[in-house]
């Protein structure tokens, strides 16, 4: 999607349109997949909860 964002908003009739790319490194690796992990865990529990209401 990201790669033809630009295209997508020109045909949708946007002008001036200015697109930019960035990423982030994190090191080490074990931290960002822990936090990760936990965001997935924290994510499927609120589903769930919330399904129950």
Do not use: H
Not at 3 to 26: D, E, H, M, P, V
């Amino acid at each position: 999607m990201g790669r033809n964002l630009k295209a997508l908003l020109r045909q949708a009739g946007f002008t001036n349109i200015k697109a930019s790319a960035s990423y982030q490194c994190y090191e080490p690796l074990d931290l960002i997949t822990e936090y990760l992990a936990l965001r997935i865990e924290a994510s499927i529990y609120l589903t769930q909860v919330s399904c129950f209401c």
